[in-house]
């Protein structure tokens, strides 16, 4: 289970740190949220292909739900772990970064809240909590944590529908089953 776990978890790591690197490097702040989202999704899918491996190569073609559970959740482990280390390290190469996105995302938050009719008081309280944000994830520990809040649900929620799906023999055999007689 080691092997499968630390195999699975460092190829979704990698690709998760990949991907948001390079949709920083190319995107605006407009729809990063759903895009980092996306990215996530794509990059956890290796907690399925992780399941699948140990019960065909290990479990004779079968794995019960809770074991499941436990190779996701220790593949989502090493995968948060390393999306969460990205952006510390993408923090310290770009240090500017944290401050022009939370003055970005702050103005597209006022323009969201001016044309929905917020009050003046209303967007200047908003982006006073933005600001006061911006100064708390100025704090690498603070900034890593949240990294890891942004990631694990997704990787839970990808782990309990994996385990579920796979738990089943007749999905994706590794080796065709024999026909019913």
Known sequence: ????????????????????????????????????????????????????????????????????IQIGLLITLIASLMYAGGWIVHNAVYPEWVGMFMEKYSEQQADTMRIAGSSQAEIDAASHQMAEMGKMLENPLVFFLVGLVEIIPVGIAITVISAAILRKREVLPAHPLPAAS
């Open 1 to 68: 289970m080691k092997k499968t776990v630390i195999v699975f978890g460092l190829i979704a790591g990698v690709i998760v740190v990949a991907l948001v690197w390079l949709m920083l490097a190319v995107s605006s702040t407009d729809h990063s949220q759903f895009v980092g989202y996306g990215i996530m999704v794509v990059s956890l899918s290796m907690i399925f292909f992780g399941i699948k491996s140990f019960r065909d190569n290990h479990g004779s073609g079968t794995i019960t739900f809770w074991k499941g």
